[in-house]
């Protein structure tokens, strides 16, 4: 808890960006995955020197499928993650971080010193479960 306190607002600000930048990265992944088609594909203009054997394509699978459990994982963990925060802060780490949200989003909702007192509460407790 001290490491979280020792840091500014905007330093808390840019370690959750780099952390949700990661999120997004992995999400978009993880979607690139599942839409992938594994099947053999026969392509009868092309001729490929070598021995290729079905091992190297049972590998590959096996890499895509490690792969796509461990995306699954890290993105379940990171969305459990955030439903543990209280509902306020769920509210302002949802708009800021995952949605991007437009940056005057908060105005219909706070005052300006209300926003950013509970924008710094809500990424203290969000660094606290990640324990960072």
Excluded: C
Aim: charged residues 35%.
């Amino acid at each position: 808890m001290k490491n979280i306190m020792a840091l500014t607002f905007r330093q808390k600000q840019e370690v959750l960006e780099q952390i949700f930048r990661e999120y997004r990265r992995d999400k978009f992944n993880l979607k690139r995955l599942e839409n992938k088609n594994f099947y053999p594909e026969l392509n009868y203009g092309i001729v490929r020197e070598g021995k290729q054997g079905y091992q190297s394509g049972k590998s590959k699978i096996e890499h895509y499928v490690e792969k796509k459990e461990e995306l699954e994982n890290k993105i379940d963990m990171f969305e459990e993650i955030v439903a543990l925060l209280s509902e306020e802060n769920q509210k302002i780490i949802i708009h800021e971080f995952m949605n991007q949200a437009p940056n005057n989003w908060w105005m219909d909702y706070y005052s300006r010193s209300t926003y950013y007192r509970m924008k710094s509460r809500a990424m203290e407790e969000l660094l606290f479960y990640l324990n960072l």
